[in-house]
């Protein structure tokens, strides 16, 4: 690992040697930018007090964060693009059985030629999860970036309601500032939170232009699934559900 001091100290000796530092971080951040997004999850908490939390990915630095938890009960953000995506993934491959994305099957070997005739895909007998994934723009201080949300089996319900009610209003989701709360579940054995969707008011201006920039440069990474989409409890075949 690297500490806060040998990182000065790097930076020092970059500027030193006539490295331009700052562009060198924006090359870098934009080739990131094109492999992957920071990641909207939810910590489920056995006592109720679930939340939302932003997951950047690891770094070296020693000390650095990798989670920060949003203090917010209600999180506000513009969608700007939605998938469906399944996969059907065994607890601790490197990549999926089978998979697709928006109905279409994009695995080499797949397990059924259309998802909908799969035995796989049968709610309570298959087991190829289901999830929505959302590319959003949160309206949080400091948080005005595009990330990635994935919507689990129980919250793709609400999600579905709400677009519904978009639909007969004449909107596309994107017109709106969508609201996503957690909602407190429970049974005898588990207790997790359920994505609570609904909306705060009509899109700005700004948030449009922000929006449409972000859909333009997210295009190529729509066409693939990765571990980070499928890496919560239950998400794989073997993990404890």
């Known amino acids: 690992m690297i500490t806060k001091t040998d990182k000065e100290l790097t930076l020092q000796n ?57 203090r917010v009960r209600t999180l506000p953000a513009i969608v700007f693009s939605e998938q469906q995506i399944r996969a059907l993934w065994q607890e601790g491959a490197e990549h999926p059985r089978c998979y697709a994305i928006d109905g279409q099957v994009l695995a080499a070997d797949p397990v059924c030629k259309s998802c909908e005739q799969c035995p796989e895909s049968i709610p309570g007998f298959g087991s190829c999860k289901p999830k929505v994934r959302l590319y959003v723009l949160p309206l949080l201080k400091q948080l005005n970036r595009p990330m990635v949300m994935a919507l689990s089996p129980t919250s793709i319900k609400p999600w579905r309601e709400h677009q519904l009610r978009l639909h007969r209003s004449g909107l596309p989701a994107v017109a709106v500032v969508t609201t996503f709360e957690l909602e407190d579940l429970k049974s005898e054995e588990f207790r997790w939170a359920r994505v609570r969707v609904g909306i705060r008011d009509i899109a700005t201006k700004e948030n449009l232009i922000a929006a449409r920039a ?14 980070q989409d499928f890496n919560e409890t239950g998400d794989r075949v073997g993990s404890e559900s």
């Open 14 to 70: 970059l500027s030193a040697a006539d490295w331009d530092v700052d562009q060198e971080l924006t090359e870098l951040a934009s080739l990131l930018n094109r492999l992957d997004l920071p990641r909207l999850r939810i910590e489920h908490h056995q006592e109720g007090k679930h939340r939302f939390y932003i997951d950047y990915g690891e770094s070296y630095l020693a000390g650095n964060r990798q989670f920060s938890v949003l």
């Open 214 to 227: 972000a859909q333009q440069s997210m295009d190529h990474l729509k066409n693939r699934i990765v571990p």
